[in-house]
């Protein structure tokens, strides 16, 4: 499913219902990690009872010359193998 010019709590609101519907796990594309974290705030009212899994970002630049936190690149494995299961 794919929305498009859905303003505010509006995209929330639209996923959560969506969620409601679909028996599955769903993924949630959002611009910014301000963005992400604003997601979670509104399914947390939307949907309390929907556990969020968040991908998160390397935390580094692809010039950097050391390796993202072990703990961080286990979490984002975590969240992969949880979305093809």
């Known amino acids: 499913m794919r929305w498009g010019q859905l303003y505010g709590s ?3 609101l639209a ?6 519907q679909y028996r599955g796990s769903i993924c949630i594309v959002t611009e910014s990690a ?8 509104e399914f947390g009212f939307f949907s309390p009872e ?3 899994r968040r991908f998160c970002d390397y ?10 936190p072990p703990e ?7 969240v ?6």
């Open 34 to 41: 301000s963005a992400a974290d604003t997601v979670e705030h």
């Open 80 to 85: 992969l193998y949880h979305l093809v299961a």
């Open 59 to 68: 935390e580094t630049l692809p010039y950097d010359a050391f390796s993202p």
């Open 10 to 12: 509006a995209q929330s």
């Open 72 to 78: 961080l690149l286990a979490e984002r494995l975590s």
């Open 15 to 20: 996923a959560s219902q969506a969620l409601g």
């Open 50 to 52: 929907v556990r969020l």
